[in-house]
């Protein structure tokens, strides 16, 4: 239990990902589809406008980066109904 917690303190956003990933999977799977990929797609989209933010921080800056092409790709994928490859690139 400790490591876990150690590896929520050290890589915040990934653990929670994976949880919500988890979370996300476990509704799918009990037949609550619908409220999944409402779950994963917000926090695609949360998580793309946290990035954004920074993203466009850097691009007014001059220094554009490839968090450009991850904004693009998770709300292209939310956009198309791929929610679950939108979790995809957040963990990437």
Known sequence: MARAVDFGRRYPALAAALLVGLIGLAMAVGGLATPARLLVSGFALAIALYEG???????????????????AAILATVVVGEYWASMVIVIM
Request: hydrophobic letters at 45%; glycine letters at 16%.
């Open 53 to 71: 933010t920074g993203m466009v921080r850097n691009l007014l800056r001059g220094q554009p980066g490839v968090d450009v092409l991850a904004v």
